[in-house]
Each structure stands twice: as C-alpha cells, then as structure tokens.
Nanobody, 121 residues
Framework: QVHLVESGGGLVQAGGSLRLSCAASGSIFRVNVMGWYHQAPGKQRELVATITPGGRTTYADSVKGRFTISNDNAKNTVYLQMNSLKPEDTAVYYC???????????????WGQGTQVTVSS
C-alpha cells in the first residue's frame, strides 16, 4: 500500500547533471531510511546513497564528491543530485524506502520502478 514514484532520469553527456526524485505515498508510515541504488546491465544492484529523516547520509565511494542525496520529510521525497556524470554512471536507478507502517508496526522495504540514466561520452 506504499508506492514510490521516481522521475528525473534521462540521457546526458559526460560532465552533465541530472536530478532524480522519489516520492513515497500511500499508507501512513515513518521513514527509517531512504536511498538510491543503481544496476548496470549484467551486474547486481548496488547501493549509491542513503539518507535518514534526520539528514544522516552515506555514499558509495564511486559517487562521493559528485552526487548529493537530500530529502524533504514533509513531502516524503528523496532526491539525488548527480553532477559530473561519467559514462560508468549509466544504469537504472532505483529508489528504496525502508518504512515502518504505523497501522501494523511492521517494517518493510519498498522499491521504485526504476529510472534509466544514460551518460554518453
């Protein structure tokens, strides 16, 4: 009963920027952590960045200094600002939300539909 809707992917030249958005809606919940993962063809899904409601962040080494994760708690939305994009950043980017569903007291991990990011050289 929780849906994550992603937007912002596209095609960009190396050195360019994109901003991904992910909005969670549905059942009443408390966010434990939200983040972004990416998956390139033939590879496993990998963690890119995470953020807690309090603003604590983590980043994969490959994106440190280039990507910035942020959130808007009032909108249940997480963003990924991607600067200085490289061809190796090309992947499908998935939003993830680890949520406490207040009606049941259970936690669950939800995934967005994925948005394609393609960086040309």
């Amino acid at each position: 009963q929780v849906h994550l809707v992603e937007s912002g992917g596209g095609l960009v030249q190396a050195g360019g920027s994109l901003r991904l958005s992910c909005a969670a809606s549905g059942s009443i919940f408390r966010v434990n952590v939200m983040g972004w993962y990416h998956q390139a063809p033939g590879k496993q899904r990998e963690l890119v960045a995470t953020i807690t409601p309090g603003g604590r962040t983590t980043y994969a080494d490959s994106v440190k200094g280039r990507f910035t994760i942020s959130n808007d708690n009032a909108k249940n939305t997480v963003y990924l600002q991607m600067n200085s994009l490289k061809p190796e950043d090309t992947a499908v980017y998935y939003c993830n939300a680890d949520l406490l569903l207040l009606a049941t007291g259970r936690t669950f991990s939800y995934w967005g539909q994925g948005t394609q990011v393609t960086v040309s050289s």
